[in-house]
T-cell receptor, first 111, second 118 residues
Framework: TQLLEQSPQFLSIQEGENLTVYCNSSSVFSSLQWYRQEPGEGPVLLVTVVTGGEVKKLKRLTFQFGDARKDSSLHITAAQPGDTGLYLCAGLNTGFQKLVFGTGTRLLVSP | EAQVTQNPRYLITVTGKKLTVTCSQNMNHEYMSWYRQDPGLGLRQIYYSMNVEVTDKGDVPEGYKVSRKEKRNFPLILESPSPNQTSLYFC?????????????????FGPGTRLTVL
């Protein structure tokens, strides 16, 4: 089973702080997605990245796909309480023809 | 409204009592899958289906069965539930499967079913 390790596992910060969440693997992924999950709901797609080195911005969220396509990061600028949730990365490993989800990062942003 | 629905949302049962969790999508998606979510383990795929009558095992299929008789429905069956199947279950659907297209489409998830097996 291919693994996507996320770090940190938990993150508790104050409103206005910046943070970065990491998604790492020893395997190469052809594309990668980030989802956010709120309590009592299923994950919702934030972004898909497909090219090594690609950077995508979604308002205060910046997503980067590593040059070697083995890792990705999510950076949030000036976090807000509405950013609270579980962040999951998911990668398509064409070598194993599998969609693999990361272990998750639980973010709490306090006012 | 485009959505994936699951029923029931919450279920408490006892060991060995057969149960079915239903999943239905109204987006005409070919690809459907079931995941379980456990703390610290993320989402692990149980079974997936590329189309009607086409199903295959995911990473943790033991103790589960599925069927895909209609495109919109993909029920998850636990023939003899055990306590280690206590978990939060999600059904998801998407346009085409990553295995066929080689492209990662958005996965649309249901609201989840919290199952407790005593």
């Amino acid at each position: 089973t291919q693994l996507l390790e996320q770090s940190p596992q938990f993150l508790s910060i104050q409103e206005g702080e910046n943070l970065t969440v990491y998604c790492n693997s020893s395997s190469v992924f052809s594309s990668l997605q980030w989802y956010r999950q709120e309590p009592g709901e299923g994950p919702v797609l934030l972004v898909t990245v497909v090219t090594g080195g690609e950077v995508k911005k979604l308002k205060r969220l910046t997503f980067q796909f590593g040059d070697a396509r083995k890792d990705s990061s999510l950076h949030i600028t000036a976090a807000q309480p509405g950013d609270t949730g579980l962040y999951l990365c998911a990668g398509l490993n064409t070598g194993f023809q599998k969609l693999v989800f990361g272990t998750g990062t639980r973010l709490l942003v306090s006012p | 409204e485009a959505q994936v629905t699951q029923n029931p949302r919450y279920l408490i049962t006892v060991t060995g009592k057969k149960l079915t969790v239903t999943c239905s999508q109204n987006m005409n998606h070919e690809y459907m899958s079931w995941y379980r979510q456990d703390p610290g383990l993320g989402l692990r795929q149980i079974y997936y289906s590329m189309n009607v009558e086409v199903t295959d095992k995911g990473d943790v299929p033991e103790g589960y069965k599925v069927s895909r008789k209609e495109k919109r429905n993909f029920p998850l069956i636990l023939e003899s539930p055990s306590p280690n199947q206590t978990s939060l279950y999600f059904c998801a659907s998407s346009l085409l499967g990553p295995l066929r297209s080689g492209r990662l489409y958005e996965q649309f998830f249901g609201p989840g079913t919290r199952l407790t097996v005593l």
